[in-house]
């Protein structure tokens, strides 16, 4: 699946050629978000490696931000696989619209294999949410659907810049299941 901006094609405006910096946490979801129009930046689900990495990123190289990648399920009614498009993003008492629609073709292409597509608050972690416990208490307060580990970073930094940003997220697990421990360290400083 490839992502797009919504205003690509505007007739009245010329198309932007600079990319969209889509920022991910493993290799893998790195490997799906490449393509043409696109400049990807792993974290290795590693907050401090993606805060470091966007320091000496250049702003002015891109057109928006895109947070893209698996998250845990926060709202109980979500499944492994469903998608949730991000409304807007939290992390304490911040709080980031998401400023940049995707294209409902692409959003469309993600439901692919009928897969459930929700719109919905994500919100920002700096470490992995494994226990069902912690899920729960995070939902209750923030109301969030899902929750991952880049998408408030780059929130804050396309709102830091003037850029537009999205989010799309997969939910990896759902809100009932705790993980395994060794899901905090499972993750190689590679992102694989």
């Given at each position: 699946?490839?992502?797009?901006?919504?205003?690509?094609?505007?007739?009245?405006?010329?198309?932007?050629?600079?990319?969209?910096?889509?920022?991910?946490?493993l290799v893998q979801?790195?490997?799906i978000a490449a393509g043409p129009g696109m400049m990807v930046i792993c974290s290795s689900s590693d907050p401090k490696q993606l805060r470091s990495l966007?320091?000496?990123?250049?702003?002015?190289?891109i057109r928006g931000v895109v947070s893209f990648g698996v998250a845990g399920g926060l709202d109980p009614s979500l499944k492994a696989g469903d998608i949730v498009v991000a409304t807007e993003v939290t992390a304490g008492d911040a709080r980031w619209l998401s400023g940049m629609s995707l294209r409902e073709e692409h959003i469309a292409r993600a439901a692919l294999k009928k897969r459930r597509v929700v719109r919905g608050v994500l919100a920002g972690a700096e470490e992995v949410v494994v226990a069902q416990a912690r899920k729960a208490a995070l939902?209750?307060?923030?109301?969030?659907?899902?929750v991952d580990m880049e998408s408030h970073i780059a929130a804050a930094?396309?709102?830091?810049?003037?850029?537009?940003?999205?989010?799309l997220r997969v939910i990896s697990d759902p809100a009932h299941r705790t993980l395994p421990s060794l899901a905090k360290d499972a993750i190689k400083p590679n992102g694989a």
């Open positions: 699946m490839k992502l797009g901006m919504g205003d690509e094609t505007s007739a009245d405006r010329p198309i932007d050629p600079r990319p969209v910096l889509v920022v991910t946490g979801e790195a490997r966007l320091t000496v990123f250049d702003p002015t190289s939902r209750m307060k923030t109301g969030a659907a899902a930094y396309a709102a830091e810049y003037g850029l537009p940003f999205a989010a």
